[in-house]
């Protein structure tokens, strides 16, 4: 069987355990570009949290990361969700041990805790609400001026949130991986080579970079950057996998993915997400696994600050 009769067999079929599974598939801008055309939504972290909280299907298959599978399972404890490759975690969820968590966040018994959506259940249970990139400067504003505040897992996000906000945010000393190796020597480089062009970048990357940038925002807000800019030239400072949905959108423009620091590696590409593949997201929904399972009692403190920031998304 060629490549191109398995692409299309593997298409087929998921095709039609769709259809027999009521599932709906909900994937991430930094999949693979075939699983982001299968999808019945593409977006970022608020986008499909939403998707998540309000379907009627039976059967969730969620083709990102584990936390955001565990999401949506928080959200849904009584239907089945699937995610391709049970292994495809996240730098950041993972630098934020719970029990770790729990230790640093009780130096501070006065603060409340505002926690990125990029960590764990365990991590989403010991704070008071969630956020997104989407939504973090929001969400910070909505607690009162004089009420202590710890951001976590994120520190680069945190301090661009809090520059956004003026709060003065206790920060856990976390990071993504792909954004934090961003350079900012090459990307100046690269700005050197494409003078009309223009900087868009995501808040977890770090100051460095984002001083050089035009636009700071989540996923959505970089996609909507770039319809709505009159620069011909775009150099993109996130996971290269957006890229797919902004150059469908925007065909006539040219779009320059940002180089990491090492030359010899896909840096701008997520290792986690890009675990999910075609044939695992069809073996997936074939065999019913792997599926998210949840204590519970944990889920259920899970989704008390999870529901908190979908209704002030509302």
């Known amino acids: 069987m060629t490549q191109a009769t398995s692409t299309e ?25 075939a699983i982001q055309d299968l999808a019945d939504h593409v977006g970022d972290s608020l986008f499909l949290a939403q998707r998540a909280a309000e379907t009627d299907a039976e059967v969730i298959v969620f083709c990102g990361v584990h936390f955001m599978a565990e999401t949506a399972k928080i959200l849904n404890p009584d239907k089945l ?27 501070y018994p006065d603060h409340q805790v505002v926690s ?24 910070v504003e909505s607690f009162p001026a004089d009420q202590p505040l710890i951001f976590a897992p994120d520190r680069f ?42 900087v868009a970048a995501h808040p977890e990357c770090p100051e460095i970079i984002l001083d050089q940038a035009d636009h700071i925002g989540s996923t959505s807000s970089i996609l909507a950057f770039a319809r709505q800019t009159p620069a011909r030239a775009i150099i993109v ?10 150059q469908k959108e925007n065909p006539e423009k ?6 990491g620091a090492d030359e010899t590696c ?11 593949t075609l044939e695992k997201l069809h073996a997936c929904m ?15 403190r899970a989704l008390v600050p999870l529901e908190r920031m979908l209704a002030l998304s509302r």
């Open 286 to 300: 074939r065999d019913r696994e792997p599926s998210l399972e949840l204590d519970p009692d944990l889920a259920a």
């Open 237 to 246: 400072v996130t996971e290269a996998g957006i890229l797919h949905q902004m």
């Open 266 to 276: 896909n840096c701008n590409l997520c290792p986690y997400m890009r675990k999910n």
């Open 81 to 107: 969700v699937l995610l391709p490759d049970l292994s495809a975690g996240c730098s950041l969820a993972d630098g934020c041990p719970p029990d770790e968590f729990a230790a640093w966040r009780a130096q």
């Open 254 to 259: 040219l779009l320059i993915p940002a180089p």
């Open 9 to 33: 067999h593997h298409v087929a079929e998921i095709q039609r355990l769709r259809r027999e599974l009521d599932a709906v598939i909900l994937a991430h801008y930094y999949q693979e570009s």
């Open 157 to 198: 996000l945190g301090r661009w949130v809090a520059r956004q906000t003026g709060r003065d945010l206790v920060l856990w000393h976390g990071s993504c991986e792909v954004h934090e190796v961003f350079s900012a020597i090459r990307l100046e480089q690269l700005r050197e080579q494409h003078p009309e062009a223009v």
């Open 116 to 139: 990125y959506i990029n960590c764990s259940a365990e991590t989403k249970a010991q704070s008071d609400m969630i956020c997104t990139s989407s939504n973090a400067v929001k969400v």
